[in-house]
């Protein structure tokens, strides 16, 4: 599913803007309101960005992190 987090330490760095997520501002806590309320009335917008985040997902799997950890084994 599309992430609604804040801009806290490195979060937004895993989140693509308006493609997998969105992050806002914790002093504006309306804007959670509004993406939550965006993604509630829009199921394409929804559906869309649950693609995305799936295929954003991959790049963090078992198979992505065996990749890099074993060649230090």
Avoid at 28 to 49: A, C, P, Q, W
Wanted: avoid cysteine; charged fraction near 30%.
């Amino acid at each position: 599913i599309p992430v609604i987090t804040t801009n806290w330490k490195d979060l937004p760095e895993f989140i693509e803007e308006g493609r997998t997520g969105y992050v806002y501002n914790i002093e504006k806590e309306d804007e959670m309101y509004g993406f939550v309320s965006s993604l509630h009335n829009n199921r394409e917008l929804l559906n869309t960005m649950k693609l995305a985040a799936h295929d954003k997902s991959q790049e963090y799997s078992a198979e992505k992190a065996w990749e890099i950890i074993k060649k230090y084994i």
